[in-house]
């Protein structure tokens, strides 16, 4: 797991394999957020202000459904679900997730988020390796 300093202003430089898997950019902003003894930071998109889109009864259940599970997400992600596509569509015209990060919220990904949060819990990590042949050589003590 990558290790992160604090700067003099606060700022902290988010690792290369981050901000890559979570596909960031220059310019993106995150929300952040004390979190259990944890500092909890989520990619956040703003977009200029515009009418909001008129919603159909269903529509307007399915977005409830939605921000309930976008919630759980973000307070306890172990006992979460992801969200079906019907829930992303609602959620992206509305303007509540970004479409190019739709992906995150689906359960397939989540499915994977969960795990991987198991497992930082559980403190089965490895790593960091300074190489290949690091790696190659823990795998072989296993």
Same mark, same amino acid.
């Given at each position: 797991?990558?290790?992160?300093?604090?700067?003099?202003?606060?700022?902290v430089?988010?690792?290369?394999?981050?901000?890559?898997?979570?596909?960031l950019?220059p310019?993106?902003?995150?929300?952040?957020?004390?979190?259990?003894?944890?500092v909890?930071?989520?990619?956040?998109?703003?977009?200029?202000?515009?009418?909001?889109?008129?919603?159909?009864?269903?529509?307007?259940?399915?977005?409830?459904?939605?921000?309930q599970?976008i919630n759980?997400?973000?307070?306890?992600?172990?006992?979460?679900? !992801?969200?079906? &596509? %019907?829930?992303? @569509?609602?959620?992206? +015209?509305?303007?509540?997730?970004?479409?190019?990060?739709?992906?995150?919220?689906?359960?397939?990904?989540?499915?994977?988020?969960?795990?991987?949060?198991?497992?930082i819990?559980?403190?089965?990590?490895?790593?960091?390796? !300074?190489?290949? &042949? %690091?790696?190659? @050589?823990?795998i072989k +003590?296993?």
């Amino acid at each position: 797991m990558p290790i992160v300093k604090i700067g003099p202003k606060h700022q902290v430089t988010i690792p290369k394999e981050v901000f890559d898997r979570l596909h960031l950019k220059p310019g993106d902003f995150l929300e952040a957020r004390a979190q259990t003894g944890k500092v909890v930071m989520i990619p956040r998109q703003f977009s200029a202000k515009a009418p909001a889109p008129s919603l159909a009864k269903k529509e307007q259940q399915i977005l409830s459904q939605a921000k309930q599970k976008i919630n759980r997400i973000q307070a306890d992600i172990l006992r979460s679900q !992801g969200l079906t &596509k %019907e829930e992303i @569509e609602v959620a992206c +015209k509305v303007g509540l997730i970004d479409k190019e990060q739709a992906w995150w919220w689906v359960e397939e990904w989540q499915k994977g988020e969960r795990e991987a949060e198991k497992d930082i819990r559980e403190e089965r990590l490895y790593g960091p390796f !300074g190489s290949v &042949k %690091e790696f190659k @050589e823990s795998i072989k +003590k296993r």
